[in-house]
């Protein structure tokens, strides 16, 4: 007879159990939670309630060190855990403390715990992994001249860390940025603890949100920078992280974004997070990017290289504003609900842009007018965008999701008049703050607010192959292909 020790057995019983289970469940695969446009984003099973981060940072020729420390609640009984993730090395795994087994199958990262897990418990998973900047130019970190930032719209966040990579599981994030000496590093939210410096060596930042935050929303970006506050409405915390020797030239267009966040408010109600700045980033991506409490921008978007005239710059940075309250805030349900965060960024844009009497509104909407067919005709109806074709990557920010979209916001604000539809704005974003929301939620608090049922007045704008008659225009005529 040999003794062994109580922890010795424990974990003698737990590798047991591992294999036995191991040895009876079919081959890991990959998962998904039916999105109809993505359908192996997301994972069921469990709800993800908090996401701890960290990431150690040496240059971009080298994978990031990094744990992710995940915090869920089980939906159903799991023998096993699927994770989206690819691109990063896995070292290790712990569910609920024990070692687990894991395996990749497509992008997910499949779990086996030591033993299954009960409907409506806790789960806590701790993955040891790299985190790989050396990208493809598909999303996720964004290489930049001084270091790196983050770009994971709409499905490139488990490019960078494990997670349940879809906008319908949204969770508090907790960032630990540790960096060379010279180097700031910044992410979504509040600093929490100061910053720990070693003499002469790295230092270790940490963010924490105070809201709920959708994976593709998560930034974090190390480089040069320096951090500029300024205090925006009713004591708001402004934070712009830009290249620090840059600093003085953007300081104009820096102080913009308090006159921004109030013409805001004014229209839809209180900025609904604890902070908001610009990241100015000196990188190419060919896009600007609404990620929560601190959005991206190019660095040549503002350097006067482009040509680009000031109101449009300023009507650019309304845009991704605008998001922090539609697509941010109120998240999408669904991909396919994309329209409810890109017509509204677009609209807030174009009304913007209106205001400072540069490019009128109508002009913008009657000229996506005579362009809906043909937009519709390439990428679907703006509420049912057209699906990638097999073994095609997607490409769903067209522009049926952009000035399409928005059209169909001035449709209804031409049904239902000025002061109805400035409550359904209103009610939107505060009915469904920190949540997610669909286009069905949206004609439903729509017909609500207008006293009537707005379902078949809505339904061919959202859904239909042609674009329905503009009400208030009739000399508009019909939609035409240009």
Known sequence: MQLTSPRLRAALLAAASLTLVAAVLPPPQSLGIGDRLFPELGNPGYDVLSYDLSFTYKDNRTPLDAVTVISARTLHALDRINLDFTHGQVASVEVNGEPARFESAGEDLVLTPARPVTQGSVLSITVRHTSDPRGRGDGGW???EDGLAMANQADAAHRVFPCNDHPADKAYFTFRITAPAGLTAVANGLPGALPTRRAGGPTTWTYRTLHPMATELAQVSVGTSEVVHHTGPHGLPLRDVVPAADRVRLEPWLKKTDGHVRWMEERVGRYPFENYGVLIARATTGFELETQTLSLFEHGLFSGNAGYPEWYVESVMVHELAHQWFGDSVSPRTWSDLWLNEGHATWYEALYADGLGKYSLERRMREAYQRSDQWRAA??????????????????????????????????????????????????????????????DFVRLASQEAGRDLTAFLKPWLYGTTTPAMPGHPEWGGPKSV
Request: charged share 25%; proline share 9%; glycine share 10%.
């Open 142 to 144: 964004v290489p930049t």
């Open 379 to 440: 990428g679907g109806p703006p509420a049912a965008p057209k699906a990638a074709a097999p073994g095609e990557k997607i490409g769903l920010f067209r522009p049926v999701v952009y000035d399409g979209a928005a059209l169909i916001l001035y449709a209804l604000r031409q049904e239902v008049g000025v002061a109805t539809f400035d409550r359904i704005e209103r009610r939107w974003v505060s009915e469904h703050a920190d949540s997610t929301a669909g286009t069905d």
